[in-house]
């Protein structure tokens, strides 16, 4: 079944005009969320940040948020997904082609829930990048439905047998093309801060909190390639991916080349609240 605005109807009845902005402009937002155990995770997280997405962009939900959160446990129950994924995107509808925003369109929300395992291998080993220049715009803050400047950077990274793309303006490393990134260095974490140029990860925010009650400090300051080369450890952050540790990127390795100590305890943080959502 698919989430249909405020029902849940089946794929073949749902009808997206071919005018609908997601479709022509890509004009509208997303959200991925990960289910355990029949729960979301930070589901409040998520919503809040739909809510600033939307806003910002001037598109109105078709649904209220505490009825969105009913709708999206519903799906998980018709589609008995314990485990898995969700997605849902807000367009802001159908309206004759024009650039501007029309004055009045119907937004159109779709959503489904999809089984799909942990990367529990690649946490365990690590994973190797590639870094490449941050070509998207400059609302990055945006989990907008315009992709294509993760998505070439993402290609880019499988093309060279790397699982993610690590992107930089002019040297300074930004994010990952579907991710957050930390490195570690003489104990501390280190990221860059929130602001346009990164999507301010739920799983980002987390890690965080948990860095802080570990008592690691955190400091969200902007740091080179250079630095990101140097670093003790390395790892990225995301929904799907957790707390996945970097272990080479463009093709040398990143100190050992073993998943570091603060990647692992971090890991086992996020692990332990999984149990208590
Ligand atoms: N940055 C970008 C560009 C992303 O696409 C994602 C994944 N949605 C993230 C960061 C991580 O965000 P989250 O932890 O909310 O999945």
Redo the contacts with the bound molecule.
């Keep these: 079944m698919i989430l249909y605005n405020d029902q849940l109807v089946k794929r073949g009845d749902v009808q997206i005009g071919i005018e609908d902005r997601g479709y022509q402009f890509g004009d509208g937002v997303y959200e991925?969320l990960s289910v355990y155990d029949s729960k979301i995770f930070r589901l409040k997280e998520?919503l809040d940040?739909l809510s600033y997405c939307a806003q910002q962009l001037g598109i109105t939900l078709p649904v209220s948020l505490a009825q969105l959160e009913t709708n999206l446990y519903q799906l998980i129950k018709t589609e008995n997904v314990q485990n898995g994924q969700l997605y849902f995107q807000v367009t802001r509808g159908a309206a004759e082609r024009n650039h501007l925003i029309p004055e009045s369109s119907q937004s159109v929300l779709t959503g489904y829930a999809t089984f799909k395992p942990r990367p529990i291998e690649h946490m365990e080993k690590g994973v190797s990048v590639i870094t490449t220049e941050d070509i998207r715009w400059l609302r990055?803050d945006i989990?907008s439905l315009n992709l294509l400047g993760?998505v070439l950077a993402k290609q880019k990274a499988a093309e060279q047998g790397a699982y993610e793309a690590i992107l930089h303006r002019n040297g300074i490393v930004t994010?990952?093309?579907?991710?957050?990134l930390f490195i570690v260095k003489d104990g501390k974490l280190h990221t860059h801060p929130t602001g346009n140029l990164?999507?301010n990860?739920?799983?980002?925010v987390a890690v965080i909190e948990y860095a802080n009650e570990l008592c690691i400090e955190v400091m969200e300051q902007p740091f080179t390639l250079d630095k990101l080369k140097r670093a003790d450890e390395v790892f990225l952050?995301?929904?799907?991916n957790e707390v996945m540790p970097i272990i080479e990127i463009d093709g040398k390795t990143v100190a050992s080349g073993k998943v570091g100590e603060l990647t692992r305890r971090l890991q086992q943080v996020y692990e332990a609240r999984l149990k208590h959502l």
């Design positions: 991925v998520h940040r990055c989990k993760s994010e990952g093309s579907a991710s957050n990164i999507l990860g739920i799983t980002r952050t995301s929904t799907v």
